[in-house]
C-alpha cells in the first residue's frame, strides 16, 4: 500500500480532532500511517472521542502511544501556542471550528470567536513554530486550512463552485469560516507560511454528532416522531462520504501546491427532500414493521437565509492530484443508515451530554 503522506512528515497536528470529520482524519492516521498525532481540541458539546477510541482498542498499544489528546480551546492564545510548541507539527490539519448553521443563527458571537479568533491564534502559534524550524523541516512544514462550500454563497440552477467562485456568504457559520479563509489565505501572502486550503461539501458518515439533516432524520424516524423538512424540501446540496473527503484532505497534505485552494464535492448533488425520501426508502427496508417511515415526513418554516443550492466542481483536485470519491451517494447513505441503527446508544449518549434531544434551532421571529 502506497504512504498516505510523506516520510517527511512525523508529527500530525489535527485541530477539532475529536468532531466528525476530524475523529475520521485521526483515525485515519492511526490505522495507515506511522505518525504521532496530536489531537487538539476543546471537547465542546459535540466532541467525541468514541470512534477513535473504538480505533485503538483494535490497534493495540503501539497506537494508543501514537495519540495525544490536547483539550485546548483555539481562542486561548496561550494554551494554543504551548499546544502547538508541545506536537511541534511538520503537518498542521485546521479541522476546529463551530458548524451548524441552526446554531450559528442562534448564537453567532462563538462562530465568531472559535472559527475567526481560533483561526487567527492558531496561524501566530504555527507561524512562530514555522519561522523557528532547521532548513530542512521549513521547507516540508504544511500548515492545511479545511473549510466549506458554504463560503461562496447560494446558486441558480445551473453552475458549480469552483476554486474561483467569489466568496457570498449568507450566514454566520459561513461569513465566519470566509474570514477563516481569508486569514490563511493572508498569512501565505505576507508571511510565507506553506498553506493549503480545501472547501468542501456537505459530509455524512458514521460518528456524525446527530444535529445535522441525514442523523436527525434516522433518529426522528426511529423514534416516530415527525420528520421535519425545512421549507418546500427544494435546498440542494452536494453530499461527500466522510472517508472521500479523509482521501483528499491527505492527497492535498501529501501533494497539493502551497499557496492553492481545493474543492472537494462527491458528485452528490441531491435535494433535501430527495435525501429525506431515500432515508424513508432504507428505514422501511431495514424496519418494515414501521414503514411508511415517510409518512413522518413534515414541511416546517424555512431556515433564515437558507441557502437554495450549492454544487462543486471538483475537477482541479481530480486532474492535478488524481483523487476521484469512492461512494456513491445511495451506497455510503445505506452504509450511514445502518451505522446509526447500530449505534443508538451511543447517539442517546452524545445527545444527552450535550443537552440536546433534537429540537429544532436557530428559528427567528
Not at 218 to 246: M, Q, S, T
Not at 273 to 288: H, N
Request: net charge negative; hydrophobic share 40%.
Amino acid at each position: 500500500m502506497p504512504s498516505l503522506l510523506p516520510d517527511s512528515i512525523r508529527r500530525v497536528l489535527v485541530t477539532g480532532g475529536a468532531g466528525f470529520i476530524g475523529g475520521a482524519v485521526v483515525r485515519r492516521l492511526l490505522r495507515d500511517t506511522q505518525v504521532q498525532v496530536f489531537n487538539l481540541d476543546k471537547m465542546g458539546y459535540a466532541s467525541d472521542c468514541s470512534g477513535i477510541e473504538a480505533e485503538l482498542t483494535g490497534l493495540g498499544a503501539a497506537a494508543v502511544r501514537r495519540h495525544h489528546l490536547l483539550q485546548v480551546d483555539l481562542a486561548d492564545e496561550q494554551a494554543t501556542q504551548a499546544a502547538v510548541k508541545q506536537a511541534d507539527p511538520d503537518l498542521v490539519l485546521h479541522l476546529a471550528a463551530e458548524s451548524h448553521v441552526d446554531r450559528s443563527i442562534d448564537g453567532p458571537g462563538a462562530f465568531l470567536e472559535s472559527n475567526v479568533s481560533g483561526t487567527f491564534s492558531l496561524l501566530q502559534a504555527c507561524r512562530a513554530h514555522w519561522e523557528v524550524l532547521p532548513d530542512e523541516r521549513k521547507a516540508q512544514f504544511r500548515f492545511q486550512h479545511i473549510s466549506t462550500d458554504e463560503v461562496f454563497g447560494s446558486l441558480g440552477a445551473k453552475g458549480r463552485f469552483s476554486e474561483t467562485t467569489p466568496y457570498d456568504p449568507r450566514s454566520p457559520y459561513s461569513a465566519s469560516k470566509a474570514a477563516s479563509d481569508h486569514l490563511v489565505s493572508a498569512w501565505h501572502h505576507t508571511y510565507g507560511m506553506p498553506v493549503l486550503l480545501t472547501n468542501c461539501s456537505n459530509n455524512y458518515g458514521p460518528w456524525q454528532f446527530p444535529e445535522k439533516l441525514i442523523p436527525v432524520v434516522i433518529l426522528k424516524a426511529v423514534a416516530g416522531e415527525p420528520i421535519p423538512l425545512y421549507g418546500d424540501g427544494a435546498n440542494v446540496r452536494d453530499w461527500l462520504f466522510v472517508d472521500d473527503h479523509v482521501d483528499a484532505l491527505l492527497l492535498v497534505a501529501s501533494k497539493g501546491e502551497v499557496g492553492r485552494s481545493y474543492c472537494v464535492g462527491g458528485h452528490g448533488e441531491r435535494s433535501n427532500r430527495e435525501v429525506v425520501e431515500t432515508i424513508c426508502v432504507l428505514l422501511d427496508e431495514l424496519r418494515p414493521q414501521d414503514a411508511p417511515h415517510a409518512r413522518l415526513i413534515t414541511l416546517v418554516n424555512d431556515r433564515p437565509g437558507h441557502d437554495r443550492r450549492y454544487a462543486i466542481d471538483p475537477g482541479r483536485i481530480m486532474v492535478e492530484l488524481g483523487w476521484q470519491p469512492r461512494h456513491a451517494f445511495r451506497t455510503g447513505l445505506e452504509a450511514t443508515v445502518r451505522w446509526y441503527l447500530e449505534h443508538l446508544d451511543w447517539c442517546a449518549a452524545v445527545r444527552n451530554r450535550a443537552d440536546y434531544s433534537g429540537e429544532r434551532i436557530g428559528v427567528t421571529g
